[in-house]
Structures are given as C-alpha cells and as structure tokens.
T-cell receptor, first 115, second 114 residues
Framework: AQSVTQPDIHITVSEGASLELRCNYSYGATPYLFWYVQSPGQGLQLLLKYFSGDTLVQGIKGFEAEFKRSQSSFNLRKPSVHWSDAAEYFC?????????????FGKGTKLSVIP | GAVVSQHPSRVICKSGTSVKIECRSL??????MFWYRQFPKQSLMLMAT?????????EQGVEKDKFLINHASLTLSTLTVTSAHPEDSSFYIC??????????FGPGTRLTVL
C-alpha cells in the first residue's frame, strides 16, 4: 500500500524568505504526486501535480516541486513566501483504481508566516 | 471550471439523529466521487469511493451502515450519517473527478453532534 510522509508538522518562515516543504512517498509503481493547500475550515486546492515528464513541476501561486525518484521525494518550494501563504499543506500520492485515482495524503505541514 | 459544492457547510445535530450531506459537481459530470473525513489538525482519511450508479466502496474500518453513500447522478452524491454520536463530529470533505483526472474538492462540512 502507498504512504506519504511529511516530516515537518509545523514550519515558520519570515515573509519574503524561501520555503521548502518535504514529502517522501512509498509506492510500488510509478507515482502520481500532488500538493494541495488548505486554509482553515476550507476544502483543498491543488497547487501542482506530477504525472510524468519533466521532474520539475510548476504550479500556481509561484510554487514548484521536484520529483526525485532516487530519493522517493516530491518537495515543494517557493522562492519568496507571502503572508497569504500561511495554511496547511498536504502532499498526496495517487494510486490507480477502478476508473480513477485514489489519493493517500500525508499528515500535512502547517506553515506560519512572520511579517 | 471544475467546481464542487457541499451543503450544508455546518450542521449541528442531536445524538441519535441522522444527517445528510450533499456533494455536487457544478460544471462537470463526475464519474467518481470520494468522501473524506478530517479530524482537527489531522490529515484527510478516505472513507469511501462512489461511482455513479454503483454501490460505494468503503475503506477498511468504515461502517457502511452508519455512513450511507448514494451517487444517484453524475452531479450529486450524498453522505448520510445515521444515528450520529458525538464521536462522529468531524469535518467531512467530498471530492469529484472524471476519469483519470485530478480530484476537485468541495469546501467541506463541519458536523457537530451534541
């Protein structure tokens, strides 16, 4: 069965600083990887996804992630954090099911931004 | 595009009553819908997967008689929590998709059982 590990429960960065959120996955086949963001009391918004091809993936809001098969990682990065980026971030791996992908989520990383 | 709504956004009910939560795909036909449960400060746990016109597939440990899922059309799935108890209080999130595409998430429903 697939699994996702997000080692950092809570990260605090200063506004304007760079950010990297870590994600490691375990999956026996080619992984389909996702990063989602969730604001308090809200649903999830997709930041970016990796299915195949270029291992550096660009997403919305200036985020990017790099798929490293050798390290089983899919870390999320942003060069300059804005106060509005404060939220919960979830990494997920998709497993092919009957007609769709099933997602397994990591436990999430809460991002706090200091003005 | 790809908007998913949930209704209600918040519901408070008494112990022993049943609560229905609706999940709608507003601008696409969802062949598959998923129901998740999220406890405070925790991740999303998949409860069940439902394909239109078929019975839902429940994850291990999820009581199908307690969490009734109906996916009667390509735009609507419902989750009914039967005989709710305080331990069922949680944040319930649905998602919808079509084929092998990303899942589009609803805004969630906060259920509080008194």
């Amino acid at each position: 069965a697939q699994s996702v590990t997000q080692p950092d429960i809570h990260i605090t960065v200063s506004e304007g600083a760079s950010l990297e959120l870590r994600c490691n996955y375990s999956y026996g086949a080619t992984p389909y990887l996702f990063w989602y963001v969730q604001s308090p009391g809200q649903g999830l918004q997709l930041l970016l996804k990796y299915f195949s091809g270029d291992t550096l993936v660009q997403g919305i809001k200036g985020f990017e992630a790099e798929f490293k098969r050798s390290q089983s990682s899919f870390n999320l990065r942003k060069p300059s954090v804005h106060w509005s980026d404060a939220a919960e971030y979830f990494c997920a791996v998709g497993a092919s099911g009957a007609g769709s992908y099933q997602l397994t989520f990591g436990k999430g990383t809460k991002l706090s931004v200091i003005p | 595009g790809a908007v998913v709504s949930q209704h209600p956004s918040r519901v408070i009910c008494k112990s022993g009553t049943s609560v229905k939560i609706e999940c709608r795909s507003l601008d696409f036909q969802a062949t598959t819908m998923f129901w998740y449960r999220q406890f405070p400060k925790q991740s999303l746990m998949l409860m069940a997967t439902s394909n239109e016109g078929s019975k839902a597939t429940y994850e291990q440990g999820v009581e199908k008689d307690k969490f009734l899922i109906n996916h009667a059309s390509l735009t609507l799935s419902t989750l009914t929590v039967t005989s709710a108890h305080p331990e069922d209080s949680s944040f319930y999130i649905c998602s919808a998709t079509y084929g092998y595409n990303e899942q589009f998430f609803g805004p969630g429903t906060r259920l509080t059982v008194l």
